[in-house]
């Protein structure tokens, strides 16, 4: 990842995140992986989550915060510590469990598949072949720029039955970022975004959350390079 890529999509998921606090999270709890997260900020005033919000990101950021040297800010530091001991504790007792949604009855893979295919249509780029199995991989090019922008939908792998990230590559065929989802770059979780199970009751909402996020990055993109 290039300096000034990761300066500008640092600064960008920083705006992003203030955006989420502000509006009550209004994109990030369509997804089930962020349902910790809102119950741990409903404990604290608007002021705090802010902080929390955005020690966060700079926790994901890590090669922007480090370019820039920018000191810590000691009470967003003790309230993201704060965050990760509540959510190491939660996976321990088995908490966690309670933060996940009712889902109806479990969607077959194959009607897993149409209903993807057909919530994406367009609005994440064209479909591409992929050779990875149990996914699905969507191409969208970068306006004015030449690179291209995957986004990766998994259908009933390692545990999940629906989860998504997307890749960044430029036109030397170089990758210059991965693993990208709405959750990752607001620093909740690493990596794809998954949904355990998916059925009648969330599998609209949950597609939803990948077209949103998908389309969120892809506008952003041109202004990130």
């Not at 369509?30 to 020690?55: C, I, P, T, V, Y």
């Not at 609005?123 to 050779?131: E, I």
């Not at 986004?151 to 009933?156: C, D, I, M």
């Not at 997307?166 to 998954?194: F, H, K, M, Y």
Request: charged content about 25%; aromatic content about 10%; proline content about 4%.
């Amino acid at each position: 990842m290039s300096d000034s890529f990761a300066l500008n999509y640092f600064r960008w998921a920083l705006a992003y995140s203030d955006k989420e606090v502000e509006e009550g999270f209004l994109h990030i709890r369509k997804f089930e992986e962020a349902a910790f997260l809102l119950k741990q900020m409903s404990f604290l005033d608007m002021r705090r989550k802010r902080l929390l919000a955005r020690g966060l990101v700079r926790r994901f950021h890590s090669c922007a915060v480090s370019i820039l040297r920018e000191p810590t800010d000691a009470e967003e530091e003790e309230l993201v510590q704060w965050y990760l001991q509540s959510g190491t504790k939660a996976f321990t007792t088995g908490e966690w469990r309670t933060f996940k949604p009712a889902c109806g009855n479990r969607l077959p893979r194959p009607e897993l598949r149409r209903r993807a295919l057909a919530s994406m249509g367009g609005r994440l780029g064209n479909p591409a072949k992929c050779d990875v199995p149990g996914a699905m991989v969507f191409e969208s090019p970068v306006e004015g720029r030449e690179a291209t922008i995957r986004t990766f939908v998994f259908l009933r792998v390692r545990g999940a039955d629906l989860a998504y990230f997307q890749e960044l590559w430029v036109a030397n065929g170089d990758r210059t970022a991965t693993g990208i989802s709405a959750l990752s770059w607001l620093g909740i979780t690493g990596g794809p975004c998954a949904w355990r199970t998916v059925g009648e009751g969330n599998v609209e909402q949950a597609l939803e959350a990948i077209r949103a996020g998908g389309a969120e990055f892809i506008s952003a993109v041109p202004n990130l390079l």
